[in-house]
C-alpha cells in the first residue's frame, strides 16, 4: 500500500485530517529504514505502510497512523522517543513507545516471555487501548509474511499469535482480525489439518453457492413480504472455527452442515426481532439455539441476534440479524467506538463498558507467576462465557465454569472475602456450584470472615485468583511476623529481656541488617518460617550487665495473660498469632482444645482427646480457649449409615434446613451387598450443641442406622 492510499483513506472518514502529519512521519521512517529489508526481499519500509493501512482501514485517528508508520524505530533505528516527539509531538511518542515496550521481551523463557507479553498488552490497554491495536495490526501483517521465516519460528511466532493476539482481538470484538489470525496459526501449526479443511470446503462449493444464493433469495422475500429493509449475505465460517467444531464434536467435514452463517443486516433495531419473526416462519428453530445479544450484549460491546434453524435441506443453519452499525462494531469490535478529538488525543467511546479490562489489570498487577498470568488471562480471554444476574437485575459476565465465588468477587472484593454462602435460583448452593448463563446469583456475607485457600481449587476467573492470593499472602505475612515476635520475645526472655527492650533500643534493627534482612519484620518473618533460629538471634543481642536480673512479678503475670482472639481462638501467651484447626479431629467450639506450635505455621488447634496430640512435644503444646461469635460457622464432616430407601436423603436434609445447617458438600455411596446407603456431609454448624441437637433428630429418621462425627474425608 502506498502513503497516499493511506491519507486518501484517512479523509474518507475524516477530511479535516492533518494529512501533514501523516506524510511528515512517512517521510522520516522511510529515511530510518532505509536499506533495511525483510526476510522476502522487500523493503522493510512496505512493513510499516502495510501497519498504517490496516489502523485506516479501522478507521483510527492520525495519531495512531503515525505511529502505525513509526512502530518499530525505536527498536530497530537510532531513533528515540525523544526524537519522534520533537518531530511529531507527545501523543504518537507514547503511543510508540507503548508498542515498543511490548515488542522488546526478547532472552527470557517462553513463558515468561509470554506472561510479561501479556501484562504489557493488558496495562497498555489500561493508559491508552491504541497502543494494542497498533501491536496487533503489526501481528497481523507478520502473520501474512510468516512464510519466509524458519520453520521452528513460524511454529513459535503462531503459537504466541493463537494463545494471546488472537483472543485479544476477539475480546476487542475485531472479528475479522481475529478470524485471520486463528486460521494463519492453524496454517502454520496444523498444515494438514488446514488443507483437509481446504480441500473440503473446495469439494462442494458449487452446491455450496446454490444453496447460499437459494436461501438467501428466500429471506429477501419474505423480508419484503413484510417491508423490512434488508441486505443478506452468506459467509463460510473460517477454517480455524471449523477445525474447532470437528474436534469438539469428533465428526469428520462432511458431516458438519452449518459451515456456512447468514446475516441479515437490517437498518433499525425494532426490525431486528421483526426479522427474527420472519426467519423463525421460514424455518422451524432449533429449542435452546437463540441468544439475544442485543437485550444482553457480549463485554466486547458485540449485539446481533443469534439463532439456528432447519433449514430447506434439512440441516442445522445459523442466521445472525442485526443493525448496519451493530455490523460494524462486529467487524471492528472497540475500533468502531473511537471518537477523533482535533484538539487533543485520541478517546475511546463509552469506555466504563469495559469492566473485563479493568477485572484483567487487576488480576495482572497483583500476580507475578508466569503461568499463572498465562492461566488467568487465557481464561478472562477466551470466548466461552456465561452471563448472569445480581437480584436487582443487572448482568455479570463471568468465564465458563465461575462459582458464587467468582461471581462474589465480580461484585467487589469485600463481598468476596466475606461470603459463605450463596443463593442461586433462590436455592442455597455450595460455593463450588458451578454458574450457568440465566442464573440469579445472591451472596451470604459475613464480617471478619475471611477467604480460603480450598477457594483457589475451583473458582476459574483471575480476578477472584489474585484477589485470593494477595489476601492470603498479606495475611500470612503479618501472621508470620507476629509469630516470629512471640518466638523470639520467649527466647529474649531466658535472658532476662524482652523483645519491646531490644526493638526499642535499635539491638533487633542491628541484627536483622547483620543477617542481610533489609527490615526487621523479614527477619521476624524468616524466624516464624524456621529459616532463622530465635536462639541465634537472642545470642546475637548482648545484653549489658545492668538488664542482667531476673523477671519481676508484673513481667511474669503479664505472659500469662490472654490476649486479643485470632480466628476464633485465644492462645495463652501468644498474642495474635497464626491459628489453624487440625483436619485429623477437626475440633468445633465445645470440644476441649489444646494447641501445638508448628514450626512456621504458628499454632494448629486439636482436640484435647486427638491421639496425634498426645504424642506430641509437650513443651509445644500451649492453652488455648474458644473465643468465637454466636454467627460464626464450622465445617465438620458427619456420617450417615441407612437403610437404601426412597426419600430418606430428603428427609436427613429436612432435619438439617429445619436447624439451619449449610450442606458444604455431601458424597453418597450404596452398597448393593447389604442395601444400605452410606452419606458423608460436610456441614457447617456454630458448635457441638447445635450438633448435638441435629444428630439427635438425624436419628429419629425412619432408617437411620448410624449418625457419626468424623474427621477430614480425604476425596
Known sequence: MRINEIIDRVKTYHPGADDKAIMKAYVYSAKLHAGQTRRSGEPYLSHPLAVAGLLAEMRLDVASICAGLLHDTVEDTSATREDIKQLLGEEVAYLVDGVTKITMLRGATQTSRQAATLRKMVLAMADDIRVLLIKLADRLHNMRTLGFMPPAKQKSIATETRDIYAPMAHRLGIRRWQAELEDLSLYYLEPDAYQYIKQGVATKQSDRQAFTTDVKDRIRKAMAKHGIECNVSGRPKHFSSIYLKMKRRNVDIDELYDLIAFRVIVTQLKDCYEALMVVHNLWKPIPGRFRDYIGMPKSNMYQSLHTSVVGPLGQRMEVQIRTEAMHRVAEEGIAAHWRYKEQGSGEMAEQDRFS???????????????????????????????????????????????????????????????????????????????????????????????????????????????????????????????????LLDRQLRKVHLTLHKVTKGGDLQKVAKDLSFPDPDLLLAAIAYGKVSPRMVANRIQPPPEHERKPGLLERSFTKLRKRPAGGIKVKGLDDILVRFAKCCNPLPGDPIAGFITRGKGVTVHNKNCPHLANADPERVVDVQWNVDQDQVHPVWVQVESNDRAGILADVTAVLKKHSVNIAEAQVQVSEANKRGVTNFRLQVHDTTQLQKVFKDIKRVKGVVQIKRMGTIRL
Not at 484483567?360 to 478472562?380: A, Q
Not at 440469579?440 to 483471575?462: A, E, F, M, R
Open 356 to 486: 473485563w479490562l479493568r477485572r484483567l489489570m487487576e488480576g495482572v498487577r497483583e500476580t507475578e507467576d508466569p503461568s499463572e498470568i498465562i492461566n488467568s488471562l487465557r481464561m478472562d480471554l477466551y470466548p466461552e462465557a456465561i452471563f448472569v444476574f445480581t437480584p436487582n437485575g443487572e448482568v455479570k459476565e463471568l468465564p465458563r465454569g465461575a462459582t458464587p465465588v467468582d461471581f462474589a468477587y465480580s461484585i467487589h472484593t469485600e463481598v468476596g472475602h466475606q461470603c459463605v454462602g450463596a443463593k442461586v435460583n433462590g436455592r442455597m448452593v455450595p460455593l463450588r456450584t458451578e454458574l450457568q448463563t440465566g442464573d440469579q446469583v445472591s451472596i451470604d456475607t459475613q464480617v471478619n470472615h475471611h477467604p480460603s485457600k480450598d477457594w483457589l481449587k475451583y473458582v476459574v476467573s483471575g480476578r477472584a485468583k489474585s484477589k485470593i492470593r494477595s489476601y492470603i499472602r498479606e495475611s500470612e505475612r503479618a501472621g508470620a511476623i507476629n509469630l516470629g515476635k512471640d
